[in-house]
């Protein structure tokens, strides 16, 4: 199917695409007020992008060309546009603070949503006051949440990022890897009394997950002469296959259910956010959600032109597509968001990673780009050089708060100045004569320039608070879903993840028994006999 729009904005990147934004800059003096957003105290910049205003007339006209709108609708009315699995996409219903039914095969889904919301309530407050206590009536201290990708990064990534919101007396750990050094560097200094586990697992089948949580079980029950009572005060299931559960040791009133409409990566909003809960506090959780729910509502009712994830998904479809942009870059001017550029690649590179469109055939462009990130200044002195310098054209994304969570005397200045000044000399660059006039040795003088013209978003809050914290995360969110729309894939299932876990379960015994015969390549047989002869 042809796209006049995409025509239009084909042959408008043919015209731009030499153009220079500090040229753009020099001649419009209200490019920023064209080009720049607010939502309460967001403010989201992105008037340092290569387009025009027919660029961006032009990008506008396509997402509606290719039923945008459409799909924003389908989205929050509980259509299946998970098209392969055949699976509504509802996580925003698990922050519908609005009262209204949403609707899953003819059945108002909140009524169940707003249940495991307030058991996760009674539970939470039980653990952060110490009314729910371990096995020897002690307190907890401690909470492991074991989950694997979308169980854990966006948990882990919240539980950071608010971790201002902590109660003193509580920590939190996350074990996700299968290799055993997570597992014994988590617990080792942990005390079996006064340890609460959260098993994070839908079918509570995941290999890594059930491994870890076993060797967690076993872990406690060696503190308590084997008493397997211990577990159902020490372990709870976020799951929703009540007979493994219980058949594990976990007392079925502290399973806490989620649902097929809930993809692992947008989970932490559910009961896989338990631990985000007991970590803020159920009043504080509530204003995380709010803020995504406020953002909920501006996707849905925003005109294209001034709804910001809208626009934040088409500037990064047109980069890849027209500029040829493999990899992007967050970069969270935030210690506390460390973790949001990994969390990031999973919701992006996972959703939109895909090579096939949603009619079953092979793409024919470019689709999800390779994510990645650093908290700054950190990232300045790692690889800025490449972004600033390299032959790759990076788009990036710079995210900070006016205020600091933990004001020292000029540290948040530094920071910020530091914020401003990349985007401006990503945009700038440096040219040689400005390297001349600065007395720079000749030999030096054309490693010194920066071409400049490297596209960006800054947003900016006034403070990283739960309430920020979710308004962000639901924007990313929604970027993604455009883009998918955008590129034509399903951004829900995750086929990709499947073939290598089908792999490794043929492999496992393989190296647990070294006389089965080996059927593979040259490579991974020789791969395997090294291991099995080193391990004995």
Not at 23 to 43: A, P, S, V, W, Y
Not at 79 to 103: D, G, M, W, Y
Not at 178 to 185: A, L, N
Request: with cysteine.
């Amino acid at each position: 199917m042809t796209h006049p729009a995409f025509e239009k904005l084909e042959k408008n990147f043919n015209q731009t695409k030499n153009l220079e934004m500090k040229t753009l800059f020099q001649e419009d003096k209200n490019r920023f007020e064209k080009f720049h957003l607010e939502l309460d105290d967001m403010l989201v910049d992105f008037s340092k992008n290569r387009i025009t205003d027919e660029t961006f007339s032009c990008l506008i006209e396509l997402a509606k060309e290719k039923k945008l709108e459409r799909a924003i609708k389908a989205m929050f009315s509980g259509e299946k546009i998970n098209t392969t699995e055949q699976r509504a996409v509802l996580h925003t219903a698990l922050r519908n603070l609005s009262k209204k039914p949403i609707f899953v095969e003819d059945v108002d889904v909140m009524p169940e949503i707003n249940r495991v919301r307030e058991k996760m309530h009674h539970f939470s407050d039980s653990v952060r006051n110490g009314t729910f206590k371990g096995y020897t009536g002690k307190p907890f201290t401690d909470v492991v949440n074991i989950g694997i990708g979308g169980s854990d990064l966006g948990p882990v990534m919240v539980v950071k990022a608010l971790k201002k919101y902590k109660p003193a007396h509580l920590n939190f750990h996350f074990i996700s890897n299968v290799d055993s050094t997570d597992m014994v560097e988590t617990l080792k200094d942990l005390s079996p009394e006064t340890t609460l586990f959260l098993v994070a697992s839908k079918t509570f089948t995941t290999q890594e997950t059930m491994m870890n949580a076993t060797s967690a079980k076993k872990w406690l029950l060696a503190a308590f002469n084997g008493d397997e009572k211990a577990i159902s005060s020490h372990f709870v299931a976020l799951s929703t296959n009540k007979e493994a559960v219980v058949k594990f040791g976990i007392d079925a009133e502290n399973m806490f259910e989620f649902w097929d409409f809930v993809g692992g990566r947008y989970s932490l909003w559910s009961a896989i956010g338990l631990s985000i809960m007991i970590a803020i506090g159920y009043e504080n959780f509530m204003d995380f959600l709010k803020g995504a729910y406020e953002m909920d509502i501006h996707f849905q009712n925003a005109p294209f032109e001034k709804n910001i994830p809208v626009i934040l998904g088409l500037l990064s479809y047109f980069y890849i597509t027209f500029y040829k942009a493999e990899t992007t870059a967050v970069l969270p001017y935030d210690q506390y968001l460390e973790r949001l550029p990994a969390y990031l690649q999973q919701a992006s590179m996972e959703s939109n990673g895909k090579s096939i469109t949603k009619e079953g055939k092979k793409v024919t462009s470019p689709t999800g780009a390779i994510l990645f990130g650093e908290p700054g200044t950190n990232g300045q002195h790692s690889f800025y050089q490449l972004i600033h310098q390299g032959t790759h054209l990076i788009p990036c994304d710079f995210i900070a708060s006016i205020f600091s969570q933990n004001e020292l005397e000029n540290h948040q200045n530094v920071l910020l100045s530091n914020f401003l000044a990349q985007t401006e000399a990503l945009m700038k660059g440096k040219t040689l004569a400005e390297v001349q006039e600065e007395g720079t040795p000749a030999h030096q003088l054309q490693h010194r320039v920066f071409d400049g013209n490297r596209p960006t978003n800054s947003i900016l809050f006034d403070k990283m608070t739960p309430h920020a914290l979710g308004r962000l995360i639901a924007l990313y969110e929604h970027k993604i879903f455009v883009e998918g729309v955008l590129f034509n894939v399903d951004s829900y299932d995750q086929w990709g993840v499947e073939l290598g876990k089908q792999l490794a379960k043929n492999i496992l015994p393989e190296i647990e028994d070294k006389e089965k015969p080996l059927a593979h390549d040259a490579s991974t047989n020789a791969l395997i006999e090294r291991v099995r002869t080193r391990r004995g």
